[in-house]
């Protein structure tokens, strides 16, 4: 959080006053520091430089799916950052941000025939592949268009975790992966085929995980694979490790650093000789954002609630519905505390006509009053890109800082824009 700070006793998102931002562009809106997810590709990419000596150097594949801003993703092209994407829509979208396709891995359960033709003529640099009738599609679809693409076989190591259950991914009845047996058997079966060139293996057990535990043991588990493989004559030149690294969310559970993350990643595979690919996307997102909103009044119940009606909804932040996530709610202008102005336990709610949408229960929450700016931190990752018009409330806008300047990178439609949407029926 260090790019959002008091500054003359009002946050600002580094050298812009949110305040200022409320007013030119409305509220909701996300705002995101360009300084912050600099900071974060930046930890990350000196910890993997750190050991070369393990990996060459390593790919950090940002997960286009945690913010698929383009302003967002081009920011990271231009450190030097790639894409792991998850759809056609998703390597369009880095393309023209400005990555490179031979940075952009496409991963996914259920690619399209379509989908999968797309990725091998814009010659992204690996295919994951998740499952055996995946396999069975693409070579066919490869052969076709004559080209070779080079795949990874997706494994799920049969260890889930992850900070809730909707987010993990690697349990064994979860849909993503292969088992490991029948991952080495699929990629034998796939090097015996001119169409497509196996390279490597990938896992991604689940996200907001905190605990290296877990991740140690699916990287081992990718090592002894590779080990066999090679013991069968195979080539494997790249492990994808995957994402999944938590973030320090206030309020919640203390992470595993970064730097620890990747030097146990390299003490794995110390000495394997395999280009290692990161796939982090809450890591470089989460704290790089916040979701801005005005409280639209207080409502006091006779047996003492009170709720903090705000004018962002479960539409523009879907995170606490669906993964009973924390979210730090600060006030932009805090007040001082005293006479009427005590702290005070807040649930706080938006206005769609669902109990689901509720923010917090109980939060102790400093004096606040109707009007007043709050922001919901750590929201730049699964915030924006899961919003919807749901209620018609007005798809939620994204405005990306840098230093002085601010840029409106996704505006909120207008009302007529979004009926225009809608043609009607000819029989109408
Ligand atoms: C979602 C996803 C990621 C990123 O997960 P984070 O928890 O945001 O780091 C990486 N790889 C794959 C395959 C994913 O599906």
Known sequence: MHHFDLKDGALQAEGVSLEALAEAVGTPAYVYSTATLTRHYGVLREAADAHREAWGDALIAYAVKANSNLSVLATLARLGCGA????????????????PAGKIIFSGVGKTDGELAFAIQQGVRQINVESPAELDRLIPIAERLGKVPEIAIRVNPKIGAGGHAKIT?????????????EAMALYVRAAASP???????????GSQITDLTPLEAAFRLLRSMTEELRAKGQTVTRLDLGGGLGVPYVGGAPTASPADYVAMAARVLDGLGVEAAFEPGRLLAANAGVLLSRVIQIT????GRRFLVLDA????????AMYDSFHEIKAVRPREAGGHNAPTAYDVVGPICETG?????GRDLPPLQAGDLVVFTGAGAYGA???????????????????DRWAVIRPRPTYEEMLAREPMADWL
């Open 385 to 403: 890109v899961m919003s919807s018009e749901y209620n018609t409330r007005p798809l939620v806008p994204e405005v990306l800082v840098d230093g």
């Open 169 to 181: 991914t690697g349990g064994e009845g979860d849909k993503f992966g292969i088992p490991a047996d």
């Open 300 to 303: 006091e119940r006779a047996d």
């Open 84 to 99: 792991d994407t998850v759809s056609e829509g998703e390597i369009r979208r880095a393309l023209a941000a400005g990555v």
């Open 313 to 320: 909804a479960m539409n523009d932040l879907i995170r606490p």
């Open 357 to 361: 949408d509720t923010f917090a229960r």
């Open 195 to 205: 169409h497509v060139t196996p390279v490597g293996l990938a896992c991604h057990i």
